[in-house]
């Protein structure tokens, strides 16, 4: 069982896009809609911040949203802001003999 | 609101067995709602699942570390623990436990994360 792929750090300035992109395989990502996504400053426990895929949990700012497309997911936050800048986790169920899998972890600097 | 607290040694010697427990408030470990998992983070590095279980038994164990890896409820005690046997200095990390969703997997619920150093 293999870490999801993520890029180790994305960064962009105050206001702006950026997109955290997140690949497995057709074993966990591309075969199940069960992608959520994880905020983690540093000290602290990861946050839940999108699931299955696309949802937001209450309390999550609008500006974060998921998608899917095969055996890659994406994590997209616009209007960028200096708390977002902290680590990004993906995680995808995998079934069989794990529960699931997580991503590499980005690390996103507000510049 | 599900409140995960969790207690165990924070230095464990090599070779010998890495205990922790973790206590669940405000809800049940006989809960059809969650899994009870456990999820590591070894300094400077990623989160890493170790295994999940429900408390009818029903488990999932990361296939890395499942010849090691010993996981269980008490619902008696509102608990569920993690044991991790013949540990090495690659097991030191900040351990997590948390609440995986039983249809979603997400977690919404964690821990305060315990870091567990292997040293003799």
């Known amino acids: 069982q293999s870490a999801l792929t993520q890029p180790a750090s994305v960064s962009g300035s105050p206001g702006q896009s950026i997109t955290i992109s997140c690949t497995g395989s057709?074993?966990?990502?591309?075969?199940?809609?069960?992608v959520s996504w994880y905020q983690q400053h540093p000290g602290k426990a990861p946050k839940l911040m999108i699931y299955e895929v696309n949802k937001r949990p209450s309390g999550v700012s609008k500006r974060f949203s998921g998608s899917k497309s095969g055996n890659t997911a994406s994590l997209a936050i616009s209007g960028l802001q200096a708390d977002d800048e902290a680590d990004y986790y993906c995680?995808?169920?995998?079934?069989?003999?794990?529960?699931?899998?997580f991503g590499t972890g980005t690390k996103v600097t507000v510049l | 609101q599900l409140r995960l607290q969790q207690s165990g040694p924070g230095l464990v010697k090599p070779s010998e067995t890495l205990s922790l427990t973790c206590t669940v408030s405000?809800?049940?470990?006989?809960?059809?709602?969650?899994?009870w998992g456990w999820i590591r983070q070894p300094p400077g590095k990623g989160l890493e699942w170790i295994g999940s279980i429900h408390y009818t038994g029903s488990s999932y164990y990361n296939p890395s570390l499942k010849s090691r890896v010993t996981m269980s409820v008490d619902t008696s005690k509102n608990q569920f623990s993690l044991k991790l046997s013949s540990v090495a200095a690659a097991d030191t990390a900040v351990y997590y436990c948390a609440s995986p969703d039983v249809d979603t997997a997400m977690v919404v619920y964690w821990g305060q994360g315990i870091l567990v150093t292997v040293s003799s």
């Open positions: 995680c995808s169920y995998a079934g069989g003999s794990s529960f699931g899998v």
């Open positions: 057709s074993s966990d990502v591309g075969n199940y809609n069960l």
């Open positions: 405000s809800g049940s470990v006989s809960s059809n709602s969650y899994y």
